[in-house]
């Protein structure tokens, strides 16, 4: 069993590249050409095609696929620290990547893998030899598999990866192994309206449209009818993603009236095939559009719902094939009992941070571990002392710009709240369309119950004020 130690201290971040061996003893490229050197840090970026020295190293390397609203990089650094170096593996062409690159740099080698195919990706890596690899996001996560076989490094192999990002193959997957599942007709960019009539008339009405492959709920609405579902096809317009529509999971209506969302998410890691629950996710109702506003651990269910929704999670898991790695499964409370909404092959958004603060344990390191190949093995889900949460703040559906957010100190004063970071300060513009990851701040924190777990909810969303301007949508 491998549990970290609840009392080991968290590093200060500017002791952190020091005292984890990230200076002039880790992977280094010296006095190679194309090799980027930054004084203060003595860390290099290679660019491809140049070699990297390993004379020196004496702890593993894990090759981390990092791409926009990942797992922020100091916490990903600080779960290294004790343990392995980070080698990043990036798309430099997205201008989010370019503006952090400089960071990452600080905590290791920064390769640009954008446009690379797995052979290419295999080369660029060459000169690290990186013992692991991991990602935290969707995108990519297909390559990425291919990269491991190539490197002989554990990660989900490529079927399972497919599954586990392509919404319409994973409903196909876990259909064909006998789980009840929602009816699923994928609708091409070009789809005919006699295409998008015989899809719905498969599915029926509500009907879930989202991307086959996103994350976050971009892009993701309820159609009452046909009428709402031509005017949302035509919001998105010619250049959308390919889609899927896909039968509504009603809430089960015994829980009309309940202050929790009908539905939770169970967290886990599989080791060598051994799939360990460490935590279930409870919410709090979904904003418009599937935006979550609120997520809590440990969820609020009974012995008995806890049992079916974990056994659940562990046919899904077993049917898709998942030999390692870190799993998000959502799970919807239907008057049918609990039914799969998916299956996510990573970490949850904001599950380490409330993990921590609930059960104490280090989400992200075990993360590094599982990519190293380490057995990790938990008995969950685990114990905890407090619930940790994190909530969201989220904007109206709307597109526009955001003009002036108040109140945020009568909330940051509250206590048991750790963390407030804003996403959407004032003159961002808002996109109706981009889901969860549009919200305005995320709040941070543990509460000793659900009394008072419910009471930073309430302050957050009646303290908070929020202008918009130029409202477009």
């Given at each position: 069993m491998v549990r970290p130690d609840r009392d080991l201290a968290?590093?200060?971040?500017?002791?952190?590249?020091?005292?984890?061996?990230?200076?002039?003893?880790?992977?280094?490229?010296?006095?190679?050409?194309?090799?980027?050197?930054?004084?203060?840090?003595?860390?290099?970026?290679?660019?491809?095609?140049?070699?990297?020295?390993?004379?020196?190293?004496?702890?593993?390397?894990?090759?981390?696929g990092y791409g926009p609203r990942c797992v922020p990089v100091m916490q990903l650094a600080e779960a290294a620290g004790g343990l392995c170096d980070l080698v990043w593996m990036i798309d430099a062409s997205l201008p989010e990547m370019a503006q952090m690159a400089d960071l990452l740099n600080r905590f290791g080698p920064v390769v640009d893998i954008g446009g690379l195919d797995g052979d290419g990706m295999a080369k660029a890596l060459a000169p690290y030899q990186p013992d692991g690899l991991a990602t935290y996001l969707d995108a990519g996560m297909v390559a990425f598999a291919g990269l491991a076989a190539e490197l002989g490094l554990a990660f989900h192999s490529a079927p399972t990866a497919a599954a586990l990002t392509d919404k319409a193959t994973q409903r196909r997957v876990l259909a064909g192994a006998g789980l009840p599942m929602p009816p699923c007709e994928v609708l091409a960019p070009g789809a005919s309206g006699s295409r998008v009539a015989a899809a719905a008339g498969v599915v029926g009405w509500p009907a879930i449209l989202k991307p086959r492959s996103a994350q976050g709920s971009r892009y993701t609405f309820l159609a009452r009818d046909a009428a709402e579902l031509d005017g949302l096809l035509e919001a998105l317009g010619a250049g959308r993603p390919e889609m899927v529509l896909e039968g509504y999971l009603a809430d089960?209506?015994?829980?009309?009236?309940?202050?929790?969302a009908a539905y939770v998410s169970v967290e886990s890691v599989v080791s060598r095939g051994v799939i360990s629950h460490l935590a279930l996710t409870g919410r709090?109702?979904?904003a418009e559009n599937f935006r979550e506003t609120g997520f809590f651990i440990p969820a609020a269910l009974g012995a008995d719902e806890q049992g079916a929704v974990v056994g659940l999670a562990t046919a899904a898991i077993e049917a898709l094939g998942v030999r390692t790695g870190c799993l998000h499964t959502e799970v919807k409370m239907t008057s049918d009992g609990p039914r799969i909404i998916e299956v996510n092959g990573r970490v949850g958004g904001g599950v380490p941070e409330m993990i921590e603060r609930a059960a104490g344990v280090r989400l992200l390191e075990l993360t590094l571990r599982l990519a190293l190949g380490e057995a990790v093995?938990?008995?969950?889900?685990?114990?905890?002392?407090?619930?940790?949460?994190?909530?969201?703040?989220?904007?109206?559906?709307?597109?526009?710009?955001?003009?002036?957010?108040?109140?945020?100190?009568?909330?940051?004063?509250?206590?048991?709240?750790?963390?407030?970071?804003?996403?959407?300060?004032?003159?961002?513009?808002?996109?109706?369309?981009?889901?969860?990851?549009?919200?305005?701040?995320?709040?941070?924190?543990?509460?000793?119950d659900h009394q008072e777990l419910q009471a930073v909810y309430r302050l957050l969303h009646q303290e908070v004020t929020v202008t918009y301007a130029d409202v477009r949508h």
């Open positions: 968290y590093l200060p971040l500017h002791q952190l590249a020091a005292s984890s061996g990230m200076s002039s003893g880790t992977r280094s490229a010296p006095g190679r050409s194309g090799a980027k050197t930054r004084p203060d840090a003595n860390i290099w970026m290679v660019g491809r095609g140049t070699e990297a020295s390993s004379s020196n190293v004496t702890r593993p390397l894990v090759a981390v089960d209506p015994a829980r009309e009236g309940d202050i929790y709090f109702p979904l093995v938990l008995d969950g889900p685990l114990a905890t002392d407090r619930i940790g949460y994190r909530f969201f703040l989220q904007p109206p559906a709307v597109s526009a710009t955001v003009a002036a957010i108040e109140g945020v100190d009568r909330v940051s004063d509250h206590p048991g709240v750790d963390t407030i970071s804003v996403h959407q300060g004032p003159g961002a513009d808002l996109d109706w369309r981009d889901g969860s990851r549009n919200h305005i701040m995320a709040v941070v924190g543990s509460s000793a």
